[in-house]
């Protein structure tokens, strides 16, 4: 989390933040429980760019109310099901997106950033340490 907090002073002129809620649990799924299924790469990419899609729906169907938080929470749900890629931290994102109106800007690319790319640097730095681990004694 402390790389994608150097990335967000890095954005803050654009007022773009790469860290979102959802990613420190990201975090908890990658490092404490590295073999669940939730921690599955195919799992974790699919539903951070599949849910913050739905949410970027719900929001442009029917606006910042109730009907787009519950429509996308449970359209997001579903589709986890659906694709069998059950990733609870990626639940969360309709729901930031539909309330979060600075994110509003980034309509559909919202789906890639920043859930997906903080995905992408996690997993890269959960490969370092799981390297790390196997290969040193600490």
């Known amino acids: 989390m402390a790389i994608l907090g150097k990335i967000d002073q890095i954005l803050l002129p ?3 933040s790469v860290t979102i809620a959802p990613l420190g649990a990201v975090c908890a799924v990658l490092f404490a429980t590295p ?6 790469k195919y799992n974790m990419f699919m539903a951070q760019i599949g ?4 949410g970027v729906m719900a929001f442009s ?8 938080r519950s429509t996308a929470l449970a359209a997001s749900i579903a589709f986890m ?11 969360s994102l309709p729901i930031l997106f539909i309330d979060g109106a600075k994110l509003h800007r980034l309509n559909f690319w919202y789906a890639f ?20 681990k ?5």
């Not at 073999?35 to 599955?40: C, D, E, G, I, V």
């Not at 694709?83 to 609870?88: G, I």
Request: net charge positive.
């Open 51 to 54: 849910c913050a899609a739905i």
């Open 81 to 91: 099901i659906y694709t069998r890629c059950t990733h609870p931290p990626a639940a």
């Open 113 to 132: 950033f920043p859930g997906a790319t903080g995905c992408i640097l996690l997993c890269l730095i959960q490969g370092m340490v799981v390297y790390l």
């Open 14 to 16: 654009k007022g773009i």
């Open 61 to 68: 169907l029917f606006g910042s109310g109730w009907l787009a």
């Open 35 to 40: 073999t669940s299924p939730a921690a599955r």
């Open 134 to 138: 196997e290969n040193f004694k600490f």
